[in-house]
Structures are given as structure tokens and as C-alpha cells.
């Protein structure tokens, strides 16, 4: 599902809301997410999952063309783990 398609069923569940509302919320659940994940904390969302930063040291790699070793820099990254409920419902089907 990309986000156009989640914006639109919220759209079709909820009647009442005007669909660029809908945009504005989900856009902004996104953008907290983001802001929250880039101030290197995390966001839980109970039996949803949990969003969170890994950092990953600078290390050496190699060009797979070449085979010549490239260092690569740290870096951070967005790590998802799924709630329990999530995982139950997914493996209960």
C-alpha cells in the first residue's frame, strides 16, 4: 500500500472528513515520525510496532566491480520492529 492508497481508504472509512484533512493528518503523523526519528529518539506505537535510529560504525568495503576497498562512512538509520499484537495477527492467518 503506497500512501495515496491508505489516504484514500481513510477517505472512504470516514465519510465526514474531507479528503484533504485525511492529507493534512497523515502528512503530519509522517512528518512527526521523521522530525521524532531525526532528533535520534524513538516512536512506539503500541501494537503497532516501534520506529528507532541504529547507527552504523565507518567501516571498510569493497567496489564489487573492481574489488578495490572504498571506506564507507557511519552512518544512522531507521530500524522497525513490530508490536506483538502485529506479529499474532500476522502469523494467526
Same mark, same amino acid.
Given at each position: 500500500?503506497?500512501?495515496?492508497?491508505?489516504?484514500?481508504?481513510?477517505?472512504?472509512?470516514? !465519510?465526514?472528513?474531507?479528503?484533504r484533512?485525511?492529507?493534512?493528518?497523515?502528512?503530519?503523523?509522517?512528518?512527526?515520525?521523521?522530525?521524532?526519528?531525526?532528533?535520534?529518539?524513538?516512536?512506539?506505537?503500541?501494537?503497532?510496532?516501534?520506529?528507532?535510529?541504529?547507527?552504523? !560504525?565507518?567501516?571498510?568495503?569493497?567496489?564489487?566491480?573492481?574489488?578495490?576497498?572504498?571506506?564507507v !562512512?557511519?552512518?544512522?538509520? !531507521?530500524?522497525?520492529?513490530?508490536?506483538?499484537?502485529?506479529r499474532?495477527?500476522?502469523?494467526?492467518?
Open positions: 500500500m503506497i500512501k495515496s492508497e491508505l489516504i484514500a481508504r481513510l477517505v472512504d472509512s470516514n !465519510p465526514h472528513l474531507y479528503q484533512d485525511v492529507e493534512r493528518i497523515v502528512n503530519t503523523i509522517f512528518e512527526e515520525i521523521t522530525n521524532t526519528l531525526a532528533d535520534g529518539n524513538r516512536v512506539e506505537l503500541r501494537g503497532f510496532g516501534a520506529f528507532s535510529v541504529k547507527h552504523r !560504525p565507518a567501516r571498510t568495503g569493497r567496489n564489487p566491480r573492481t574489488g578495490q576497498a572504498v571506506s !562512512p557511519a552512518k544512522s538509520v !531507521p530500524y522497525f520492529k513490530t508490536g506483538k499484537d502485529l499474532e495477527k500476522l502469523n494467526n492467518k
